[in-house]
């Protein structure tokens, strides 16, 4: 089973006080015991860093990239899936839809991942199963 790994399914998990950290922590077991590969991009990283940082602070970084980080196979943006994920996002045309989310959906169709771990209902939009749904 492969999986992708979004910033709210990996932000949810981290953080405990977020209000879907029990089902992320469910999920979450769930690809362990499946020995599901989760994938992300290097865009996914820097959200999720940033987001960490600025909402719960440094500790929370250091343990996503010593505990989460090196679980993840990383597809490493270059100029190419910059240009489709920007296409993708252009043809959308939708203020709430991000550049992250369009690139995310770009590698998913190029991989075939049809499951993201995410809580974010664009995923499902855009024609993804969310994991634990």
């Known amino acids: 089973m492969i999986?992708?790994?979004?910033?709210?399914?990996?932000f949810a998990y981290l953080v405990k006080n977020d209000s879907m950290n029990v089902r992320a922590q469910a999920v979450f077991q769930s690809f362990a015991e499946?020995?599901?590969?989760?994938v992300t991009s290097s865009y996914v990283l820097l959200e999720t860093t940033?987001?960490?940082?600025?909402?719960?602070?440094?500790?929370?970084?250091?343990?996503?990239?010593n505990k989460i980080v090196p679980l993840l196979?990383?597809?490493?943006?270059d100029a190419?899936?910059?240009e489709k994920a920007l296409r993708r996002l252009l043809s959308l045309n939708r203020k709430k839809v991000s550049l992250?989310?369009?690139?995310?959906f770009v590698i998913m169709e190029a991989g075939e991942?049809?499951?993201?771990?995410?809580?974010?209902?664009?995923?499902?939009e855009n024609g993804f199963l969310l994991a634990g749904d």
């Open 80 to 82: 190419d899936w910059h």
């Open 100 to 104: 992250v989310d369009c690139l995310s």
């Open 50 to 65: 940033a987001l960490l940082q600025r909402r719960v602070g440094m500790p929370a970084v250091l343990d996503f990239q």
């Open 3 to 10: 999986v992708f790994a979004d910033t709210s399914g990996l």
């Open 73 to 77: 196979e990383i597809v490493w943006v």
């Open 113 to 124: 991942i049809e499951t993201v771990f995410s809580f974010d209902e664009h995923f499902r």
């Open 34 to 38: 499946n020995s599901a590969r989760l």
